[in-house]
């Protein structure tokens, strides 16, 4: 079929139809200025017209403009004509996780940490999402490591951090019980540890193919939680590893406030997976590592990160030299030692983790910097110190790869060495 058959709003085509979200159904468009498919959600202007509907959509707008993130889905314009109002908004072709069943928990954790990244940005704004269910955690694309998107900010309202959403919206069977407590109308407000709450419902059903929680009208769905959770084989072993059932187990707390908070959540071994630099340069938000990272033997390992972790507290930029001794003990894991001081390294980066800049070319400036800076100790200092700081020297020098200048610069330090022995 030739475009002309196609709705024209603007300089969009509205395509065939995606589905329904929030208000209004999505269509595959086209931007025609640039050719990009983008997804264009079309809203009766009739129904906009409700005010509680029109206050909810100018919500949806304001917060979604104002957010840029490559977990959420963009919104690159919004048009209104007489009878309608249109979103248009990056296109996602990779489905959403509706259709998901019995993902490895490796997997569920891929998507996991993405969904918690995008719902950091929303926590940075103020913003309970309300409304997180398979449905609208949408794939960029097909392919087997396609990104998580989060959609439909259409129930999302940014709340003051003081004054707590009052009212309350969304899908029942992934609705924290304080949300659906407040629909009951008790008294009860809530934050974002709903999100939380039904962050646990999508693990658990992308994991155990089920959803948590069924209930058949809204009436029954508190007590259904309650027996639910009173259930000993609710977590089991068969479906889930330890960790998981820890993380679901802390989630799963009807009252919110016992329930893991935001940031123990994204500290939780299940999300962290095994001690690994990874997530804390993922939290970073930086993809790479340097190239020079590798290392020959244990034992320089845990020489360096010795000497790196002492010399921390002297640099202005501690997170560095932390993450730089838990990048060479990485691979020696296995051993109790490295493992102990990996952790050691590790705890003190996550302490200061947002107080410097993490790229590795930095770091190698610095430590070229800090070996330069214990070799040109002034005249006064003893022999024995002087050689220690030689010595300093020479194994932060050995944590850099072997390029020509370090070779002549270590090269140089030992045969100042040799002069004072
Ligand atoms: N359905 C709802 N929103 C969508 C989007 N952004 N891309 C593809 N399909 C969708």
Avoid at 144 to 173: C, E, H, M
Avoid at 258 to 271: G, N, Q, Y
Wanted: glycine content about 4%.
């Amino acid at each position: 079929m030739g475009d002309r058959n196609y709705k024209q709003v603007s300089h969009y085509l509205l395509k065939e139809e995606l589905g329904n979200g929030t208000f209004g159904t999505v269509y595959r468009g086209k931007d025609l200025n640039t050719n990009e498919i983008r997804a264009i959600k079309m809203i009766s202007a009739q129904n906009v017209l409700k005010p509680q509907e029109k206050k909810a959509l100018s919500r949806e707008i304001q917060i979604m403009r104002n957010l840029d993130h490559e977990n959420i889905v963009k919104l690159y314009d919004y048009l209104e004509t007489r009878n309608y109002n249109y979103l248009v908004l990056e296109y996602c072709s990779g489905g959403d996780l509706s259709g998901l069943r019995d993902l490895s928990e490796e997997h569920t954790i891929i998507y996991l940490r993405q969904i918690v990244s995008a719902l950091k940005v929303l926590q940075a704004n103020n913003i309970i999402h309300r409304d997180l269910k398979p449905a609208n955690i949408l794939l960029s694309d097909k392919s087997p490591d396609a990104k998580i998107k989060l959609a439909d900010f259409g129930l999302a309202r940014q709340i003051s951090a003081n004054s707590l959403a009052k009212s309350y919206v969304g899908t029942p069977l992934y609705m924290a019980p304080e949300v659906i407590k407040l629909r009951e109308n008790q008294s009860e407000r809530y934050t974002e540890r709903a999100d939380i709450w039904s962050v646990g419902c999508i693990v658990y059903e992308l994991i155990r193919g089920a959803r948590p929680f069924e209930a058949k009208n809204f009436g029954d769905l508190l007590p259904v939680i309650k027996t639910r959770l009173n259930d000993p084989d609710f977590l089991s072993s068969q479906y889930f590893s330890e960790p998981c059932i820890d993380f679901l187990s802390k989630i799963f707390k009807i009252n919110p406030k016992e329930r893991m908070d935001f940031e123990t959540m994204c500290d939780h071994p299940f999300i962290l997976g095994r001690p690994s630099i990874k997530p804390i340069i993922d939290l970073h938000g930086i993809q790479c590592m340097s190239e020079d990272f590798e290392l020959s033997t244990k034992e320089d390992a845990l020489d360096i990160s010795e000497v790196l972790f002492n010399l921390a507290k002297d640099t202005p930029h501690p997170f560095l030299f932390y993450m730089k001794a838990c990048t060479l003990l990485e691979p020696y894991l296995e051993d109790q030692v490295c493992a102990s001081i990996f952790k050691v390294n590790f705890d003190e980066a996550k302490r200061c983790k947002n107080k410097t800049d993490w790229e590795s070319s930095t770091m190698t400036r610095l430590i070229l910097e800090m070996a330069v800076k214990l070799c040109r100790s002034d005249e006064n200092i003893a022999s024995h110190l002087l050689k220690e700081n030689y010595r300093q020297a020479l194994t932060l020098l050995n944590s850099l790869g072997p390029s020509s200048h370090i070779i002549r610069l270590k090269e140089a330090i030992k045969r100042q060495m040799d002069m004072h022995n």
